[in-house]
């Protein structure tokens, strides 16, 4: 049983496309994430949500936008893709108890805008 | 932001030797995590120290803590080819997870 998954895993598409990521969570945890994950391997939190409610966002731009239906689930939405925008993203969870216990993470989405 | 920075990026060593590997961050924390980074994959959580404890083992892994230097460092004893990953740390901060850039670990056979 895959604890978090997103899909798709690769991504292609070209300049000025909207895209959406999703993933979604079997754990029954309250908070969900968002990484950017740049060829220096730098890992960035674009955003995070817990119990519906985005408790996190960074300076992203604001053609992405995250969505959660649910609890179990944070898509993640982007609008006008540039080529900058090429990355690896990552959705991960976590049980928010006081404070962060260990984040689960998806395969990763690699996103090519060309 | 950037908190957590990882010492050295890049680890080449041969199988069988030990390989250590430093975190260092500039606030105050709850806890440090360490996370395991397959090429192409999602990161896998090795080990969380809470911000009262000094060490802590799992395995061949251990982690120690240091909170007046604001470091932690992860020792792979006896290593494999298996463990040839990135290894990153992230601490928990003021309500968020901020990560390192990471260390590359490389196991020679």
């Known amino acids: 049983d895959t604890a978090v998954s997103q899909t798709p895993k690769y991504l292609v598409t070209q300049m000025g496309n909207d895209k959406s990521i999703k993933c979604e969570q079997n754990?029954?945890?309250?908070?969900m994430y968002w990484y950017k994950q740049d060829s220096k391997k730098f890992l960035k939190i674009m955003f995070s949500?817990?119990?519906?409610?985005?408790?996190i966002n960074e300076t992203v731009p604001n053609r992405f936008s995250p969505k959660s239906p649910d609890k179990a689930h944070l898509n993640l939405h982007i609008n006008s893709l540039e080529l900058g925008d090429s990355a690896v993203y990552f959705c991960?969870?976590?049980?928010?108890?006081?404070?962060?216990?260990?984040?689960?993470f998806g395969q990763g989405t690699r996103l090519t805008v060309v | 932001s950037q908190q957590g920075e990882e010492d050295p990026q890049a680890l080449s060593i041969q199988e069988g030797e030990n390989a250590t590997m430093n975190c260092s961050y500039k606030?105050?924390?709850?806890?440090l995590q360490w996370y395991r980074q397959n090429s192409g994959r999602g990161l896998v959580h090795l080990i969380l120290?809470?911000?009262n404890e000094r060490e802590k083992h799992s395995g061949r892994l251990r982690v120690t803590l240091d909170t007046s230097k604001k470091s932690s460092s992860l020792l792979i004893t006896a290593s494999r080819a298996a463990d040839t990953a990135s290894y990153f740390c992230?601490?928990?901060?003021?309500?968020?997870?901020?990560w390192g850039a990471g260390t590359k670990l490389i196991i020679k056979p």
């Open positions: 991960a969870s976590s049980r928010m108890d006081r404070t962060y216990t260990e984040a689960f």
């Open positions: 754990l029954g945890h309250d908070t």
């Open positions: 949500y817990n119990n519906k409610e985005l408790i």
């Open positions: 606030t105050s924390i709850n806890n």
């Open positions: 120290i809470r911000s």
């Open positions: 992230a601490t928990d901060s003021n309500y968020q997870l901020i």
